[in-house]
């Protein structure tokens, strides 16, 4: 018996492609024999091979995974290179100029959703509900919506001066203020997706990426970040932390 499963994005494709949740940039570190993340986490040791599982899973046709992967692309060029930027830093702050609004927009909302659809348990706390929908028809009209509509932080988390590189750690859903935020960090980088019906406030909004393509990242040292600094703990606890 072969029972029917639509494509998550159009509703419609079959013959489902096995998805990537996270794009598999994010992971290259990795397969590259590092293994760094699953070998030091404290808290997912138990986990390892929901994170495989959670990997790939079967969510888009054929045209909608071609339809999303310039959005890939680019993000993945922006990040690991291959794209010209012009940056500028001041203080605490990186400043990425001219960026393609729209690009990054529908990237990063896609991973957001993919998150969201995923059954695997690694991404078990992202569930957008109502706002699930709404996401999905934002992709599928490739429509990159204002910068506060599912607005997201980045993150440059530092460990003695150093990038987190090819960490990933499980996302989790938390609050600030009266706003929903889902943390997640990957590929060494940490983002904070505001889901949410209220107003974020000016200074948060000014850090999301802007029309013009202009985008602010963070640098943070890990000790300053309580959910890493514990996990970091944790790790030297157990003095598995090389
Ligand atoms: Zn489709």
């Not at 010209?84 to 909302?109: A, C, D, M, P, T």
């Not at 991404?123 to 109502?130: A, E, N, S, T, W």
């Not at 948060?204 to 963070?218: A, V």
């Amino acid at each position: 018996m072969n029972t029917f499963i639509a494509c998550h994005l159009c509703r419609s494709g079959e013959d489902l492609r096995k998805s990537h949740i996270l794009p598999e940039f994010f992971y290259k570190p990795m397969y590259d024999g590092k293994h760094r993340f699953l070998r030091l986490s404290s808290v997912l040791e138990e986990k390892d091979k929901n994170i495989q599982k959670g990997i790939r899973e079967r969510l888009l046709c054929d045209a909608c995974e071609t339809k999303l992967s310039p959005y890939e692309k680019y993000v993945r060029e922006v990040l690991y290179g291959g794209e010209e930027l012009e940056v500028s830093s001041s203080g605490r702050f990186v400043y990425l100029h001219h960026l393609n609004y729209q690009k990054i927009r529908i990237f990063y909302l896609s991973v957001l959703w993919r998150m969201s659809i995923a059954s695997g348990d690694f991404f078990q706390d992202v569930d957008l509900g109502p706002h699930e929908d709404k996401i999905r028809n934002m992709l599928l009209k490739e429509e990159p919506g204002a910068p506060e509509q599912y607005g997201f932080l980045c993150v440059a988390p530092l460990f003695d001066d150093n990038s987190l590189g090819d960490w990933i750690v499980q996302p989790h859903c938390t609050r600030l203020e009266q706003h929903k935020v889902y943390r997640a960090l990957f590929g060494g980088l940490l983002y904070l997706y505001f889901v949410s019906s209220h107003k974020v406030n000016k200074i948060i909004k000014e850090r999301f990426i802007q029309k013009n393509g202009d985008w602010s990242i963070m640098i943070e040292t890990i000790r300053n970040i309580d959910f890493l600094n514990k996990f970091l703990t944790e790790l030297s606890e157990k003095q598995q932390f090389v």
